[in-house]
């Protein structure tokens, strides 16, 4: 069966776009309360209203809120359970400059992007009639609007399947997932209460790959994501004595050197391949300018993963800061010897030696040195940080509890710690060797075929939806010993963070990205592709639903 959605779904994306949800401003409740409104107004929802919920998200230091629709079959008796998910939050508008006011306007905001200096593809594409601009309109109202449609087309017609449809909007997928952590706790209920969990289908967007890529793709899986970061001590020095010293900002660029856009650091899986790791964050913590050089500095990187666990990341961050630490002791020495033959100074071979840790490695060398004392203080010091800056970054978390440990080092000469410092985003890889996988592949599969015929552009099946992703959180490819392995390299877990392998775990489920497709994510130029996001899509989505539970 193939369902005339197009205008309904742009209409309910429309009305989505026009309600700014900055990820981590009020705009994420009055989003979720807008979209709660929408199916508060639905027959169904009134004949059943414990079936609807506004879930306000927990152990966050904001107020906002998850919406969660269930849907029951009357087809049959049948606890098998489908989860459609997707995000209300967005990123910020910041990038829009002086039309920042309209980028939530998708009526008007083509007329003066228009005015400005713009590339001419989407000049082409403004003219083309073709697509709906607007911040989060591809990523991903229209993805949740395609699920508020499918929401309540099945609750207008629950013969049609047997089973349990849950739709999930989350907020805070944009920055630390409380959304999705917080509706984990609820699929757990859910499933203790009876519910058997066969698939979760996200709506996340895609891209073209190219220029010449006219594709549109559907993702089995999900890349993992993962942030190995560095703490970098050097020894200051007078800038009239610079070779005295070992600048750490010397050994930060090296390490962005040898890591940022590294082929060699590409992960690869099932013939697919990850974008290679990018620095998000480098800097020293020089807090005004004097003629001393900086005694420390920092940098985290993007990483994702297709089969790499923490582990493997770890260890070949850890080669990467070695080989970091040596080529600076070398360039350092090259450099001094130089200097001394120009100035005719005596040349001796400058004391540096690498030095490299884990957080693990560095953590367990303090313990021995102070014993429980150490310790001790650490827990003590987490907590008051918590306690006096509830709001502080995951990321200045775990840098101020690295700086405060090496508080505590008797060796104050240059090293390398190396830790984790971000939510983790689990890679889940499908292989189809499992019952649910083999039906779900099969299902979505039979769907494209379906409705590929009513697309004038080529439906294509990968294996990992290249972004992060809510989805990491609906299963794991990674062992508990894996998890063990990132906790103890994660300096803010148990006090800021903590990934709760048995929540994910009880959720366990297969996942497909069957999401919206436009160009310009996380752009000023951020439009969603109407046809295909509006109709294509939900009818995949649709098709696969009935096919798995029909």
Not at 69 to 89: C, E, P, W
Request: glycine share 6%; with cysteine.
């Amino acid at each position: 069966m193939y369902l005339n959605c197009f205008d309904e779904v742009k209409h309910i994306t429309k009305e989505l776009v026009k309600v700014p949800s900055v990820v981590k401003t009020s705009g994420e409740t009055d989003c979720a309360k807008r979209i709660y409104g929408f199916y508060e107004e639905l027959p169904y929802f009134q004949k059943n209203p414990d079936q609807l919920k506004l879930i306000q998200t927990v152990e966050d230091e904001i107020d906002r809120y998850i919406v969660i629709a269930h849907v029951k079959g009357t087809k049959g008796s049948s606890n098998r359970a489908i989860i459609l998910m997707g995000h209300l939050d967005t990123v910020g508008v910041e990038d829009f400059g002086p039309i920042k006011e309209h980028a939530f306007d998708p009526d008007r905001l083509p007329e003066f992007l228009k005015e400005m200096k713009l590339e001419e593809e989407v000049l082409k594409d403004i003219e083309s009639g073709q697509y709906m601009f607007g911040r989060g309109a591809l990523d991903m109202k229209s993805g949740v609007a395609g699920h508020m449609y499918l929401t309540k087309y099945f609750s207008e017609h629950p013969e049609e399947f047997d089973g349990h449809l849950i739709t999930l909007a989350a907020c805070d997928e944009e920055d630390n997932s409380h959304g999705v952590l917080t509706a984990l706790k609820t699929f757990k209920e859910m499933k203790e209460e009876g519910l058997n969990y066969i698939a979760c289908i996200n709506a996340d967007y895609s891209t073209p790959y190219h220029e010449e890529d006219e594709n549109r793709y559907i993702y089995f899986g999900t890349v993992g994501k993962l942030l190995p970061s560095f703490y970098v001590v050097g020894e200051e020095a007078h800038v009239g004595q610079a070779f005295s010293g070992l600048d750490p900002n010397l050994l930060v660029a090296e390490l962005t050197r040898l890591i940022s856009y590294n082929p060699e650091l590409c992960d690869e899986s099932q013939g697919e391949t990850t974008i290679p790791p990018v620095s998000l964050k480098q800097s020293d913590f020089k807090n005004k300018y004097t003629v001393q050089t900086a005694l420390s500095a920092y940098s985290y990187y993007n990483f994702f993963t297709h089969s790499m666990t923490p582990k493997d990341v770890m260890d070949r961050m850890k080669a990467k800061g070695e080989e970091a630490f040596n080529n600076v002791i070398e360039y350092l020495n090259d450099a001094y010897e130089e200097f001394c033959k120009k100035a005719n100074y005596p040349y001796k071979k400058l004391p540096w030696e690498e030095r490299v840790y884990t957080w693990d490695e560095f953590y367990n060398e303090l313990h021995t040195v102070h014993g429980d004392r150490f310790k001790l203080y650490m827990d003590s010091f987490a907590k008051e940080l918590n306690q006096q800056y509830p709001t502080l970054d995951l990321r200045e978390f775990s840098v101020k509890m690295v700086e405060e440990a090496w508080k505590w080092s008797i060796d104050k000469s240059p090293a390398i710690i190396i830790y984790f410092s971000s939510t983790y985003n689990a890679r889940i890889e499908m292989t189809g060797e499992t019952e649910l996988e083999r039906e779900l592949m099969d299902s979505v599969n039979k769907s494209i075929d379906f409705v590929g015929d009513y697309s004038d552009k080529p439906i294509v099946a990968k294996m990992f939806y290249p972004y992060i992703s809510d989805a990491s959180f609906m299963s794991s490819s990674d062992s508990p010993e894996d998890i063990l392995y990132l906790e103890k390299n994660m300096p803010a877990w148990d006090s800021k963070y903590v990934y709760d392998m048995e929540a994910v775990m009880a959720v366990d489920v297969p996942v497909v990205n069957i999401g919206t497709y436009g160009k310009d994510g996380h752009k000023m130029t951020e439009r969603v592709h109407m046809r295909h996001t509006f109709e294509i899509v939900p009818n995949i989505t649709y098709n696969t639903i009935k096919s798995l539970l029909g």
